[in-house]
């Protein structure tokens, strides 16, 4: 079966950075709903369109197609007394940003660096601002069901659980964040 809209995909892929650093090699598949869902990245639709199961390539996401630009202004030091303790670096944040834009999401925040009493929050997605490199081989391709297509992702091993909202696995920036 050929990969068109509609298709659930079943695809290993290994996430290099444009040096050819390791970022992530998928400890599990990526299992994604084909035709514009959102469910992965644009630029990996688009090289995996028409092919079939057994299909191989790598291919280069530039930031302005991946997780934008790194943006510095998104980039907030905090006092320490706002924000929750245990506090480690890594940890994640939902919070506004500060702009006069009503119309602003609210956004994740991670903490980049806790000195003595304050706190850096980086509002920038962990890849932004970086061309990734992806390594992907399709292992399967099957007809979404009704019900996936209706949900716009896909259900059973691997994918979307409707039960459990919130992120993916741990690692999996570039599927588990919603993509702007
Ligand atoms: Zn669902």
């Known amino acids: 079966m050929k990969i068109a809209k509609n298709t659930v995909v079943t695809v290993n892929y290994i996430l290099r950075d444009a040096q050819g650093d390791l970022i992530e090699e998928g400890r599990d598949p990526m299992v994604y709903l084909h035709g514009g869902y959102e469910n992965t990245l644009?630029?990996?639709e688009e090289a995996l369109e028409g092919k079939s199961a057994g299909f191989e390539d790598t291919?280069?996401?530039e930031p302005e197609d991946a997780f934008g630009d790194y943006d510095p202004n998104l980039v907030k030091i905090e006092p320490r007394n706002r924000l929750p303790t245990?506090?480690?670096v890594g940890m994640q944040f939902e919070g506004s940003p500060d702009t006069d834009d009503e119309d602003e999401q609210p956004m994740i925040f991670t903490v980049t660096?806790?000195?003595?009493?304050k706190?850096?929050?980086?509002?920038n997605h962990p890849l932004a601002g970086m061309a990734l490199r992806f390594t992907l081989k399709v292992t399967d391709v099957r007809q979404a069901t009704e019900e996936e297509i209706a949900h716009e992702h896909v259900h059973g091993p691997h994918g979307h659980h409707d039960q459990d909202e919130d992120e993916g696995e741990d690692g999996d920036h570039f599927r588990s964040?919603?993509?702007h």
């Open 42 to 44: 644009p630029k990996i």
């Open 119 to 123: 706190v850096v929050l980086d509002g």
């Open 177 to 179: 964040h919603p993509l």
């Open 59 to 61: 291919i280069q996401v």
């Open 86 to 88: 245990p506090l480690e």
């Open 113 to 117: 660096d806790i000195a003595d009493d």
